[in-house]
Nanobody, 128 residues
Framework: QVQLVESGGGLVRPGGSLSLSCAAS????????MGWFRQAPGKEREFVAAISRAGAITTTAESVEGRFTISRDDAKKTVSLQMTSLKPEDAAVYYC?????????????????????WGQGTQVTVSS
């Protein structure tokens, strides 16, 4: 069982920045592919970013490319999402997720069903 706890959400003005963090339990965090998803009211959960085991490979959604950066610290068992140039459409509940079994020779998954464990989410509001 893996427990994930997100933090760092809040209210930010358009154009501002925010950094989310996700702390994981378990002894083999380095074995997890980690991802961030978000869900706005009335919309489906959508992929934001993912990072491979050891952090060598990352992928981000086109909608956040160049503005959001995912990173991980295996020693601290955390994954972060640095968000800049935030837009009102970035407002959502952001979820951290862990993918335990996807083989390393495949591209990082951008669909929610590939991820095995989820955090409870943290709210990001972008408003002036």
């Amino acid at each position: 069982q893996v427990q994930l706890v997100e933090s760092g959400g809040g209210l930010v003005r358009p154009g501002g920045s925010l950094s989310l963090s996700c702390a994981a339990s378990g002894d083999i965090f380095s074995h997890y592919i980690m991802g961030w998803f978000r869900q706005a009211p009335g919309k489906e959960r959508e992929f934001v970013a993912a990072i491979s085991r050891a952090g060598a490979i990352t992928t981000t959604a086109e909608s956040v490319e160049g503005r959001f950066t995912i990173s991980r610290d295996d020693a601290k068992k955390t994954v972060s999402l640095q968000m800049t140039s935030l837009k009102p459409e970035d407002a959502a509940v952001y979820y951290c997720a862990a993918d335990l079994v996807r083989p390393p020779d495949l591209p990082l998954a951008t669909w929610a069903s590939s991820y095995d464990f989820w955090g409870q989410g943290t709210q990001v509001t972008v408003s002036s």
